[in-house]
């Protein structure tokens, strides 16, 4: 799932793992973990993560190829935050080149000038990662977490410098594997500035299309823009 800052992959990747009944993979949320809890990789992928920038290939690599080996990987997983360059996508192709598994990857667009009003207002729950827009959806936040009853906080890559300079890597580094995916015929684009429930089913709509899978979807519980009020992308 591809999807700059604020576009709400985060959510729908989620959605999509509910209906098909695959783990929903989140490289962010590893990698903030492992920065939470200082483990060696945290402390080797701090200093990338704090200013902005993408964590070094052969991090990530390693991270994504230890949870895709568990058990509940084996009949297809939902990818949110990799691959994000191209030495990354021919990682995974490598991985799974003998098993034969398709890969099909969906790209979110979303306008910077939307992506940086949803982020600038946006708060994490620091125990189950869930975020929440402030000022889009009034009434909605009251500073805790509604599944866990935490404070909320703001994660320091959504101060307004650094999601400038998110959004300007991910744009540039990007770029070249959506052009790889989409030349091999295993892209397709979304309209992310629509409603959760639509994103999603029109989601839904391309996997019916494009592979074999029959996902069971779930009714979105917000109906309202992607990225408000209740919790959106990572």
Known sequence: MFGPPGAGKGTQARLLGEALGFPHISTGDILRGALKDQTELGKKAKTFMESGDLVPDDLVDAIVSDRLKRDDCSQGFILDGYPRTIPQAEFLESLFE????????????????????????????????RTYSENLAPGTVNGLCS????????????????????????????????????????????????????????????????????????????????????????
């Not at 598994?101 to 125990?127: F, H, Q």
């Not at 052009?179 to 309209?191: F, P």
Request: proline share 7%.
């Open 98 to 129: 003998k098993e034969g598994a398709r890969i099909l990857t969906l790209g979110i667009k979303v306008e910077n000038s939307i992506l940086l009003k949803r982020l600038s207002s946006r708060w994490t729950c620091p125990k189950c990662s």
């Open 147 to 234: 599944r866990c009853g935490v404070p909320l906080v703001q994660r320091e890559d959504d101060a307004g410098e650094v999601i400038a300079e998110r959004l300007l890597v991910y744009r540039n580094t990007t770029r070249p594997v959506i052009r790889y995916y989409r030349e091999r015929g295993m892209y397709a684009e979304i309209d992310g500035d629509r409603s959760v429930k639509e994103i999603f089913e029109n989601i839904i709509d391309i996997v019916r299309e494009r592979t074999d899978l029959q996902p069971q979807p779930k009714s979105p519980a917000h109906q309202g823009p992607a990225g408000l009020g209740r919790p959106i992308a990572h």
